[in-house]
């Protein structure tokens, strides 16, 4: 049974399958891509036996039945009910999703591959194996999530972050700028206002980064900023390390100091990239190395170029070798040299807004204004990995590495204090200032 790429042997069987995602690219650390042309002549019959839906009973890829209201689910022969993982922290709207999975090769090997977070680690603990295709990608290591749930073992959204300015919501990790005042009609003070972001738990090195995500739910409220970045862990802003994917909404004006690549003419179909290594390399770069682009003047793209839609965004990292951004699997640009950052860095999501020359100014009549990431996923090598901020009595780095905007500084004292971090917090502002 010969398949065309990229399907896959149980694509041909199980409708029910949605397509496989794409493998992403290998680079900088080469690995095989996982392609599946060939289906065995001796699976056809297993395949077609497993997704025949018989009764009540589910086949292959389906989602487990039950039977009135017991906990016992109903897959077809030696198929094993998988129950995906969920936030255990929150309680609110869980789906207690499920879906039949076959433990037995060659199936599992086709289909393992393809599931993130929240299907594989239940998967291999209930049918007490490995997914070798997933774990072991050259001596990269691997994630994927989809968003459907918020995955705390990955993902960080306390301070200096507000846990709930940020959640998943059908399929998409959902950050939002809101007014938290009593009216919560954008008449609130400076105190009410504000964004979330949410942080990776692990600090990476070299790889690929990649996130599907829409930058802006509407330009009309203009002067907001969303993003998708890597950022080091350091007390010392002039210490740390960044590359960014910043999207500033209509309303931000151009700066005669930065290089923009197009007619530069309004901001919301811009892309913002900046890369930042420790005070960019003696203050010649006091603010990093950027470079914007007008997406709506390249022909490289297709025409209109609108980030109220959904793009892949993908930042690849060589580790004091170079930086590359890529814009729907079309280089944008590539940063070599003594500006490359040589830290290990987390990834970082956000929207707040600063009513500044820059980020311009916020409608807030318009609020809320949301950011929405469908899904991440990257390579990295598990050797050049740490904990982000494994001192967590140093209160200071995390107050010191705020999102500019994303909370006044008043506000930031505040859940500082809360935490039992006042000395620090204090400390912290008053070294930043404004």
Known sequence: HKLAEPERCSERFAGSHRHPRPVPDASPVARAVLTFTECPADLAADLAAHTAPTGNMSALGEACEYENGKTTPMCMGDLVCVHYAQDTSNKAGKTNQTECVDCTQ?????????????????????????????????????????????NPGYWYKGLPCVHYASWPENGELVVAIKDYSEAGDGTGGEDDIYGGCVYGNTMYGSGNYTVDMTPFSTVDAGGFITSFYMYSDDEDYDDHDEIDFEFRSDGGVYWSDWSCVGSCTSSYDDIWTNVYHEYSTNGLYPYGNYIEYDMGSDSRFDQPFSQTESHKY??????????????????????TGAMVPTKLMNIRFSIFYLDNTWGGTLDKSQLPVYVYYQSMEFTYNHNETQDNCADMDNASAAIGLLIPGAMTLSLTKARAVEAGFEDAAEAAINARGE
């Open 314 to 335: 993908r930042i690849e990292y060589a580790q004091g070798e170079y930086v590359k951004w890529w814009v729907d699997d079309k280089l944008l640009r590539t940063e």
């Open 106 to 150: 060659p199936q599992w090997g086709y289909d393992c591959p393809y599931w993130d977070w929240q299907k594989i680690d239940p998967a291999e603990k209930l049918c007490k194996k490995k997914c070798k295709e997933y774990n072991t990608r050259s001596k990269d290591d691997y994630y994927y999530d989809q968003f459907n749930d918020f």
